[in-house]
């Protein structure tokens, strides 16, 4: 069994930033991000790959958000920079077998869940 452990998140203004970790206990899986706002679905946010070398993010954070792994530490990270009130949401991580290169952005694949980790921008 996998488990993830979710950190980083808390409380910032407008135009501030977090990095979000994803502590993943196994090796060798595609790591998602999603949020989900109250009373909204879980969204899919970014995707990276078991190797780190392919990604992929909704249009609404590119350019602004960046994932990336670590995987001596098992690690996946999330930068949010230029961060807006409408990100403001619980904050997940997962993870799914996808290959070497492979991505995934339906949460439907994924097979691992953390916890999730608040994220709230103040206007």
């Known amino acids: 069994q996998v488990q993830l452990v979710g950190s980083g998140g808390g409380l910032v203004q407008t135009g501030g930033s977090l990095r979000l970790s994803c502590a993943v206990s196994?090796?060798?899986?595609?790591v998602g991000w999603f949020r989900q706002a109250p009373g909204k679905e879980r969204d899919f946010v970014a995707a990276?790959?078991?190797?780190?070398?392919?990604?992929y993010y909704v249009d609404s954070v590119k350019g602004r958000f960046t994932i990336s792994r670590d995987n001596a530490r098992n690690t996946v990270y999330l930068q949010m920079n230029s961060l807006k009130p409408e990100d403001t949401a619980v904050y997940y991580c997962?993870?799914?077998?996808?290959?070497?290169?492979?991505?995934?952005?339906?949460?439907?694949?994924?097979?691992?869940w953390g916890q999730g980790t608040q994220v709230t921008v103040s206007s």
């Open positions: 990276i790959s078991s190797s780190g070398g392919s990604t």
């Open positions: 997962a993870a799914g077998r996808a290959g070497f290169s492979g991505i995934i952005r339906m949460k439907d694949r994924y097979d691992y």
């Open positions: 196994g090796s060798n899986y595609a």
